[in-house]
């Protein structure tokens, strides 16, 4: 299952692919286009061709950008981009296999960048061989190579660059960089503001990202927890197996919650309603918390959906 943390952390690079770019221009100074805005993501017509040749497992990588063009040195480029959120050997080398193949069939400069949050992923990764014959240098974008991003001002003019930064560094504990990449995600609009939220919240320990939820409006709240549901991970503190005590403690925390969401939009439900409201599971109950700013009724809110 894909995870908020993987899913947030690729989509940077398909949403603005320069910042791959900026990132490998900062390690080691090499430009590796100067039109990264010509990179598209060829990922999936190049997968049916490894498929069919390697016969790998689907997401053997997350992104393949590419430039063709003849008067482009080298005649192009092609930079595969990987998020490691843990070591994976097998990964590893199927992506070998992967870089061979892509040379065979473009024939083009390639460069890997992996972005790795774990300091011991990125140990293994500094050193990556297979056998004697095959050795593997890739980029490595973590907490030694990604600047941190202190200042809002400095984050907007590059989001992407602020919400990365924010992710790596708060998982390792780095709060005010993790608030600034927060703030950065809130200015900007309502899809990206939502998405580029989850990913630095789900990089975060659980004890800090409680802490910074806290503080953050409901609604916003309930929006980052809806859009981490839909990403295939939900991690805004419920865990499985939790015993009936905990759920019933959760069911009466969202009814409160909806209470004071009633109050603030003047919706007043009756005892009829309010008996379906005690009577809803947890889940319910937040979808319901994530409606109310949005429905001019609480019948209309409780209505079953039409699909």
Known sequence: MISTLHEGLVSL?????SLVVRLVRGIDGRVLTTTPNR?????????????????????????LLMLEDPAHPGGGTMIIVEVQLDDDPIKRRRIAAYLGLLVDRHDLPVHLGIVSLKDRVSRNLATWEIGSALKIQPYLFDRRSVPRVESVARGLLHPTDAILSGALHGHHGDLEVAVTALEVARQQPAQLRQRYTATVLAALSEANRQNILGAMPVEERMQVSQLERECGTFLAGRREGREEGQQLGERQGMQRLLAALFAKNGLVPDAGQWAQIEAAPAEQLEVWAGRVGSVPS????????RG
């Open 13 to 17: 690079f398909l949403f603005d692919p």
């Open 298 to 305: 609480v019948a209309e809110l409780l209505a079953p959906s």
């Open 39 to 63: 990179l598209v993501d060829r990922h999936t017509a190049f997968y049916r061709d490894a498929q069919r040749v390697l016969r790998v497992l689907p997401r053997t990588m997350d992104l």
